[in-house]
């Protein structure tokens, strides 16, 4: 699906650049904790919730679409009519339309891309049904379009794993693994680390969040920057394939090339586990619990924070064996 | 093993005239890029020429550089043939997932995915459903007459979706020794990827050059009416190319995939048919079809891999990267242009009057007589 505008980019597409969207950038997270967080409000009212999820393009993806359909369930007392946009804007403006037709009592949305909006924000404005922005934003010229926002913090993640290093490997030359740049992930946390510990970055470049080119890209710097003592990457997926090359240049990840990441996939925390990762900033997807009270507060008409931080958990090498296998992605 | 390196220059002409003999060869300007890159490379990080034995097999940049090279090398073998026949497979990328796809969810589900039976079936599948998405495109354009771009863009389009169904949308990772070899193993030192992608090279410049299927191809390319009229059996050749180029795609898919073990539906092969187009013009193929040049590959796909590294190795901030690609390509291109040194030439020429005639670019008689 995704390939559909670049087919027509025409055939010097090798050099030109291209920044696909923040689709892959996290990778995943469990789904064992869903039902939590909500209240009892003893009243028997049902709230109709519209939610119409982007997409399923990542494991990050899945999980946060389980995660929503398990807290918005029956027995928490929600009516959700959940409709997948397949990554295209004019079915998620179709089911934002439906949603408006069906009077539903709150409006949850993933918006595909970030502009477009106006017109049926605008609609739904009039009908006066609150929305509440998941994950990511919308740029549009619709006065006070939706009551709240929640999602990840891409630069609390880089953040935190900056605060990692600065207390445990001060002294450490930093490579760092980029994602597909000019992706929200990316910049974000690129922005977060470096405001802790850009000084120790020696070099950069980009995987664009995959494995094999995560892999070649630390081939590479492991030439370029023969002095460097950690990577720090932007997911979890490039930082497994660097594993590869280090092991294939005869050193010992996480020993002789620590490995900083963010994501906390199964994969991740596993290469935590075997100690060939140092440190996992997680990326949550599991916040439909989040997203389940807050829009009982927007229903209640109470105050609600324009802006909800999914809370992000972080690990380091004493992680259990089990805390991995729960993981679902 | 092609046709493209030119004739030995009559020994006794002058400097000059072996300078434009060379130059004028289409594989001059890239194999100099990729030369200067590399010593470039060399200077920029000491030891990058550097190879090394360790544990008993090659180790260096170099070796990455060849087995980097491999996958952009296997599609663009395919790529070629399709070009050759006047045709474009726009679905190699999506190929490389879904053959992925399969291989790896067949491995996730099998009894033992570390057994060598196991892998090789695996394997074999991947490849199959490389030649039906092949055979597919084949049908389409040779088939039903549909324009090569569009006909192989809904397998771009809609192959990666094929893909995420076959992993139900999560990124199938799967333990397995044997299947790992292909990407990451060695055999006799050199890396199995470089090997497998030498001997399909070899394979195909052997069946293409020692019977008449390349000459068909050609002449499918330059003029289909008229190699049909001769007696070429034109929708039969063009259907079976564009199953090489699947199985070719495949085979790609499954040794780029192999290190890491990981069916990422969304990310695999992702541009590269972009990639294997790119390989193909550098190596001296138009892509108007006719005349094609295997051996141009070689130095094609080395290149676009030690660009890839170069950026790395001179440090450059990420963002300008592409650029650096960019000027790179294009001022390769630039040199090796016909029509540049035409002009160039006229301009001499108009200097002083002793030039001889331009050798002919691309030969257009389709000698078919079959």
Known sequence: ?329 | MTPTTPAPVPTGSRGAAVWREVSHHGLFWPLLALVLLILACGAASPGFLDVTVRDGHLFGQLVDLLRNSATPLLLALGMCLVIATGGIDLSVGAVMAIALAVSLTYLDNAADPRSVATVLTAIVLGLAVGALGGAFNGAMVAGLGIQPFIATMILMVAGRGIAMLITQGQITTVTSPPFKTIGSGFVLGVPTPVVIALAAFVVVAVVVRRTALGMFLESIGINREASRLAGVRSRRTTWTVYVIAGVLAALAGLVYGAPTMAADANNIGLMKELDAIMVVVLGGTKLDGGRFYLGGLLVGAMLLSTLERAVIIFQLPSQTTPLFKAIVLIAVCVAASPTLRAMLRGRRRADRESTPAAPVEKTTAAEVTA
């Open chain 1, 1 to 329: 699906m995704k390939g559909i505008n670049r087919a027509r980019t025409g055939m010097a597409g090798v050099v030109a650049t291209f920044t696909i969207l923040a689709l892959a950038a996290c990778g995943g997270g469990s789904d064992t904790s869903g039902d939590g967080g909500d209240g009892e409000d003893g009243s028997g009212d049902v709230i109709r919730v519209g939610f119409s999820q982007l997409g399923a393009e990542s494991g990050w993806r899945t999980a946060n679409t389980e995660s929503v359909k398990e807290s918005l369930s029956e027995e928490n007392g929600f009516d959700l009519t959940f409709v997948d946009a397949q990554q295209k804007q004019e079915n998620q403006i179709k089911a934002l339309r439906d949603f408006v037709a069906q009077d539903v009592d709150v409006i949850a949305f993933s918006p595909v891309i970030e502009t477009g909006w106006d017109e049926v924000l605008q609609e739904i404005k009039d009908s006066g049904i609150p929305v509440v922005l998941v994950d990511r934003t919308v740029d549009t010229t619709v006065d006070d379009p939706f009551v709240t926002w929640i999602g990840a913090d891409f630069k609390q993640e880089g953040t935190t794993a900056g605060e990692w290093v600065a207390e445990n490997a001060p002294d450490a030359k930093i490579f760092e693994l980029q994602g597909t740049l000019g992706s929200g992930a990316q910049v974000d946390r690129e922005e977060g680390f470096g405001e802790v510990v850009g000084d120790q970055v020696i070099g950069k470049a980009s995987g664009n969040f995959t494995r094999a080119e995560g892999k070649t890209a630390v081939e590479a710097a492991l030439q370029a920057y023969p002095d460097m003592t950690m990577i720090f990457t932007h997911n979890d997926d490039m930082g497994l394939g660097a594993i590869e090359a280090i092991e294939a240049a005869g050193k010992v990840p996480g020993k002789d090339i620590q490995i900083v990441s963010v994501d906390g996939v199964r994969d991740g925390l596993q290469a935590l586990v075997d100690k060939k990762f140092n440190y996992v900033v997680e990326c949550n997807p599991v916040f439909g619990d989040q997203l389940a009270e807050l829009i009982k507060k927007v229903y209640d008409g109470e105050d609600v924070p324009k802006e909800t931080i999914v809370i992000d958990e972080a690990f380091d090498q004493t992680i259990t064996q089990e805390t991995v296998d729960a993981r679902a992605y």
